[in-house]
């Protein structure tokens, strides 16, 4: 697994029978900068020059989990956003939420909100 496949990857039904223990989760965190796991979802926030490039981050992210049907909590403050994914139908962490933090990383590193 690299992070090409999760970028190339999409988010598929899945249930409580896919959900990732911790030690699962490890080589999928490996591959993502910042991303931890806490209070049963996989967290990041990004930072950003102003209101205007927090908003048009959030915009395109909403854009790709829409596209993906995997959506997160989010909490937008003016220069920073924070992501928290999990998969509410299998009750846990799955191979979703990696696939959508590593996009959502790469909209980011593309420059999404500039």
């Known amino acids: 697994m690299t ?6 990857s999409h988010c598929m039904p899945l249930d409580a029978s896919q959900r990732l223990d911790a030690a699962a989760m ?11 796991f806490q209070d049963g979802s996989i967290r990041k926030t990004y930072v950003f020059g ?5 908003l048009a981050f959030v915009n395109a992210l909403a854009w790709m989990v829409h596209r993906e049907d995997h959506h997160p909590d989010l909490l937008v403050q003016y220069n920073r956003c924070s992501v928290a994914f999990n ?14 933090a590593a996009k959502a990383d790469a909209m980011f590193a593309q420059g999404a909100a500039r």
């Open 3 to 8: 992070l090409q496949d999760l970028l190339d």
């Open 26 to 36: 490890t080589p999928y965190l490996q591959l993502l900068d910042g991303w931890r």
């Open 50 to 54: 102003n209101y205007y490039q927090t």
């Open 87 to 100: 998969t509410h139908s299998a009750g846990g962490i799955t191979r979703n939420d990696f696939v959508c």
